[in-house]
């Protein structure tokens, strides 16, 4: 496989359950990104990670915890969410992070439905 | 805060026509500006980026002009055909930064 990958495609919780996003890159980056896109909002940027080093958190909410075991895979870790949270969740890599000419690569995103 | 955002939220262009997505951006510090398309079920792709120190770029179909003394930036497709349809979002960037997002502009392609 190439480029980014993210499982699963579709996922539907309720607010008690406990589930995981995962994201793979096959690009030889060192950075990795999660986003969340909703609608009628532009990308908002959760989490970023550089060599497996947590670099910026912006302000989310601890029921969601990322994990970056190794450069190549990113996970994020969902509990208790809210039916606000549902959204298309974006994986993104990019040969390093917070530099100038930054092209991050997308996964196809896992579409999330809280109930 | 500083911001990126697009003037238009729908843009309907007739098959082979030119299509011209505009974006404003208001941190006068970027430097680096990138536009991704985004197509239905599929997360963004990279079409072409400019650095601030140019004001055109050209690719395959597509042109990005640059602006710096308004702070506009506009993504130029020619021959438009039905798959160009999809979001178009534009990002800036300046060093020791991540990108920032516009809000996105959809572009509907009639046959």
């Known amino acids: 496989e190439t480029g980014v990958t993210q499982t699963p495609r579709h996922l539907v919780m309720g607010m008690t359950n406990k589930k995981s996003l995962k994201c793979e890159q096959h690009l030889g980056h060192n950075a990795m990104y999660w986003y969340k896109q909703s609608a009628k909002k532009p990308l908002e940027l959760m989490f970023v990670y550089s060599l497996e080093e947590r670099v910026e958190n912006n302000s989310v909410p601890s029921r969601f915890s990322p994990e970056c075991p190794n450069s190549s895979h990113l996970f994020l870790h969902l509990h208790t969410l809210q039916p606000e949270d549902s959204a298309l969740y974006l994986c993104?890599?990019?040969?390093?992070?917070?530099?100038?000419?930054?092209?991050?690569?997308f996964g196809a995103g896992s579409r999330l439905t809280v109930l | 805060g500083e911001s990126v955002g697009l003037h238009l939220p729908t843009l309907s262009v007739q098959e082979g026509d030119n299509s011209i997505i505009n974006c404003a951006y208001s941190?006068?510090?970027?430097?680096?500006f990138i536009w991704y398309k985004q197509e239905s079920g599929k997360g963004p792709q990279f079409i072409i980026d400019?650095?601030?120190?140019?004001d055109k770029r050209q690719g395959q179909r597509v042109t990005v002009l640059l602006n710096k003394t308004v702070k506009h930036l506009s993504l130029q497709i020619a021959a438009t055909q039905p798959g160009d349809s999809a979001v178009y979002f534009c990002?800036?960037?300046?060093?020791?930064?991540?990108?920032?997002f516009g809000g996105g502009t959809r572009l509907m392609v009639k046959p």
């Open positions: 990002a800036e960037n300046n060093a020791g930064n991540m990108l920032t």
């Open positions: 993104a890599s990019s040969q390093e992070a917070g530099t100038g000419a930054n092209v991050l690569t």
């Open positions: 400019i650095r601030s120190n140019m």
């Open positions: 941190n006068s510090a970027s430097d680096y």
